[in-house]
Every structure is written in structure tokens, then in C-alpha cells.
């Protein structure tokens, strides 16, 4: 049965040949992504094992190591010697972490945030940039522009594969636009476009909240969960949901737009003419008004709340576990929608003490989910961006282009940039 030799048939119909081209080139990729993501997960792994874990056979686990070494995502790692057998069938394979880097933008409202990630999803180098000048959308994202290739000129030696940015509100990925930010002032923002043409450098855009998803599946500690609610409550409240390794985002990615969900109790009245609404009772705005009115403390940064209550002010204290109870009621409204495994909540008080989390707990009341605050406590937001691209690269990682060779690159480059 020589198919390749058949000529078409009437039977064959005309895109036959193309659809099956598609789907070995859909296959390939889901194959190379499993084996990338094997490694990630269990690097230094021998390709025997890579072949156990995810079902494919050992020539093609062969087949796809290669052409991950090849361009430069993975590497054998030193192999312990051993004089029985011949071969070298047990050299490890890792990631080559040090090499390439993503760049990652947030932006939140009063700072945006430009990072460099590792493969691993490690934060490298940070930055934030504050909106003193205002958030005009032109300025904001030529600073980001120029933020990164700041942090990039620094990084002597790391290659850049691509660049996520994110946000919160209404952000459609597909067209790489932030539809609508409120609290920024945003409408339709082609991010994606100003940032490539900025950059020179392929980028790609979704909410924070789904971008965090991704963070926590690929390098998080619900890594393996099959389905999961994020629920983000910064100045912007907003949920994402995924199941296995699919994150919702319906059309035009408005999923999650949980701002104006009425929370039961609360009492403070929103923009849009309700009062309690999620994002007006729960944002950070409305936390550091009420820390300010309590005379906790005097600026308008969070992270003071949490630093009061560290040093003892029950009054801090009592306000964050406060918010943690509503932002548990909230997690539980989607929770009984939606009945995931998991729920990661990403909310200061949440992420920082004990008794907050308690609090949260309680208030989801549900003992059968798995309630977590956030795998990147002190990086969540430059860790958002970045997984914007990690999860394109993680999804097909033979698009990324061919790069040097590690030895006949690296002496050439460290000489150059060593001025
Ligand atoms: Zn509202």
C-alpha cells in the first residue's frame, strides 16, 4: 500500500493532501510541546523517560530532542560515566535555561512593570515604571518599549524569543488589543502592534488573569490540575478559568469580566450606578481609602497595609482579613459555577499572611477545592507578562527561530559587549 504513489483519486477530495499536511504539522507540535514540557517539568530527564511519561515512541522522542537541541532550547546534561554499555542512550536532557529570556510587560494603573523571564519562568531582571506622566496610551507603551530594551542591553548574552504583554480589563488576544481598561482610560489600544514595531521582536498580548493561569500550569505549585479558577484582585478584579490546558477566552476573549458581579454585603457604590460591586468593594483603591480613613496609613500603596499589619497594627490586620473574607465570597460565586479543582487567588493580603488566607478559606467554605494563593508572591506581575510568551513557546516551540550555536556564538558576543 504505497499512498504516497496512488494518484488522487475521485474520492480524494482536492484538500485531502493539505488537511493532512495540517494535521502533521498540529501533531508535531503537540508532540514537540509535550516533550518541552516534560523537560521543564522533570529536566534532567533521560529521553527513556520523556518516552514513559508522555506515550510517544523512543525514535520520536529521539526525533524531537534534536530539533530542541538544535535550536537551542535543550541540552544534554554532564552524564554520570559508567563503563557498562555502549551508547550514550541515558545522557539527560534539561532545559538550556540560561540562554534565551522573554521579555514581560504588566500593565497595572499606576506603574507598568517590564521583565526579563527565563524558561523557567524565573524573573531575571525587573523593572517598574511609574505613570507619574499619566497613562496615555502612546507614552505608557513607548516606555515599556524603551524599559525593555533597557533590561535587554543588561542581559549580556541572553537571546530574546518574543515578548507577552498584559493587562487587566478587556484585552482580546487574538487582535492584541486592549479593548477597554477603565481605570486606565483604554480603548481599543493596539498593544501588540506598538510593542512589535517598538521592539522589532514577535509579541503577543492577553489578561492578566488568564496569563497568570498560564503561569501556574506551566511553572506554579497547581501545576496539574485539571481544572482551575484564578481569581485577581488588584485595583482591576478579574477572574480567568481553565480546564486541563485550556484557558477559556471566548469571543473576543471576554471571559473573566467579573467587575460589576454584585458581592453579597457589600457596601461600596460603583462608577456604573450599583453599589457592591466586585471590583468598586474589592480594589486596591478602595482598600488604601479605607486604611487612609482608619488612619492606618497615609499613601496610597497597598503594600503599606500589609507592612502595618506585619509590624502589628491590628487595625491593618482587620481590614485586610476583612477584604480576604469578600474576595472569598466572591471566589465562592464562581466556584459553584464553574466547580474547578483549583482556585489560585491573587490578592496582597492573601498572598502575604496566614490569617488572610484563613479568612479566604472560610468564606469559600468548599473543602473539595484546593484554595491557593499565587505561586509568584513577589513577582506576580512581571511574572503575567512574560507568560504571555512562555505559553506560545511552550505550545509550539519549533517556531522558534534557529539560533547560534552556544560555543561558536558565546566568545564572539561577551567580547563585543564587554566595553
Ligand atoms: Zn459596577
Known amino acids: 500500500m ?39 517539568e522533570h529536566g534532567p530527564v533521560a529521553r527513556s523517560t520523556i518516552a514513559r511519561l508522555t506515550g510517544l515512541s523512543p525514535a520520536s522522542v529521539t526525533d524531537h530532542c534534536a530539533r530542541l537541541d538544535a535550536l537551542g532550547l535543550i541540552r544534554e546534561t554532564a552524564a554520570p560515566r559508567r563503563a557498562k554499555g555502549a551508547g550514550r542512550p541515558h545522557v539527560p536532557v534539561d532545559l538550556d535555561a540560561d540562554r534565551f529570556v522573554v521579555g ?4 497595572a494603573v499606576p506603574y507598568t512593570s517590564v521583565a526579563l523571564l527565563d524558561l523557567r519562568g524565573r524573573v531575571v531582571a525587573e523593572r517598574r515604571l511609574g505613570h507619574d506622566e499619566g497613562t496615555e496610551p502612546d507614552r505608557v507603551l513607548a516606555n515599556a518599549a524603551r524599559g525593555l530594551g533597557a533590561l535587554l542591553s543588561e542581559a549580556e548574552g541572553r537571546l530574546p524569543l518574543g515578548v507577552g504583554v498584559a493587562a487587566g480589563g478587556w484585552v482580546d488576544r487574538d487582535s492584541g488589543t486592549v479593548v477597554e481598561h477603565a481605570l486606565l482610560g483604554w ?3 493596539a498593544v501588540r502592534d506598538a510593542i512589535s514595531e517598538r521592539t522589532g521582536l514577535p509579541v503577543q498580548v492577553d489578561g492578566h488573569a488568564r496569563a497568570l493561569v498560564n503561569a501556574e500550569r506551566l511553572f506554579g505549585r497547581a501545576r496539574g490540575s485539571r481544572s482551575m479558577l484564578h481569581l485577581f484582585v488588584g485595583n482591576v478584579v478579574d477572574a480567568a478559568f481553565a480546564t486541563h490546558d485550556e484557558v477559556h477566552h471566548g469571543p473576543r476573549s471576554q471571559a473573566g469580566a467579573i467587575a460589576h458581579l454584585p458581592l453579597a454585603g457589600g457596601t461600596e457604590p460603583c462608577e456604573c450606578g450599583q453599589t457592591g460591586c466586585l471590583q468598586a468593594e474589592l480594589s486596591e483603591r478602595t482598600l488604601c481609602r479605607r486604611a487612609r480613613e482608619r488612619r492606618i496609613i497615609r499613601s496610597a500603596n ?13 487595625a491593618a490586620a482587620r481590614l485586610l482579613v476583612e477584604r480576604a473574607r469578600m474576595v472569598g465570597r466572591a471566589a465562592r460565586l464562581l466556584l459553584d459555577v464553574l466547580n474547578p479543582e483549583t482556585v489560585v487567588v491573587t490578592e496582597v493580603g492573601v498572598m502575604s499572611r496566614q490569617d488572610c488566607l484563613t479568612a479566604l478559606r472560610e468564606a469559600v467554605g468548599r473543602r473539595d477545592a484546593l484554595v491557593v494563593p499565587s505561586s509568584f508572591p513577589d513577582s506576580v506581575l512581571a511574572v503575567a507578562g512574560g507568560s504571555v510568551a512562555l505559553d506560545v513557546l511552550y505550545r509550539d516551540p519549533l517556531s522558534v527561530p534557529a539560533a547560534p550555536k552556544r560555543n561558536s556564538a558565546e566568545p564572539a558576543r561577551s567580547s563585543e559587549e564587554s566595553n
Do not use: F, I, K, Q
Not at 488537511?19 to 516534560?38: E, F, K, N, Q, Y
Not at 514581560?104 to 500593565?107: A, I, L, Q
Not at 497597598?302 to 491590628?314: L, Q, S, T, Y
Open 2 to 40: 504505497s499512498r504516497s504513489a496512488a494518484p488522487l483519486s475521485l474520492l480524494d477530495p482536492p484538500a485531502a493532501p493539505a488537511a493532512r499536511r495540517a494535521a502533521d504539522g498540529a501533531r508535531r507540535r503537540t508532540s514537540a510541546s509535550a516533550v518541552l514540557r516534560t523537560v521543564l
Open 302 to 314: 497597598p503594600v503599606h497595609v500589609v507592612r502595618a499589619a506585619a509590624e502589628g497594627d491590628p
Open 104 to 107: 514581560g510587560v504588566h500593565v
Open 187 to 189: 480603548r481599543d489600544v
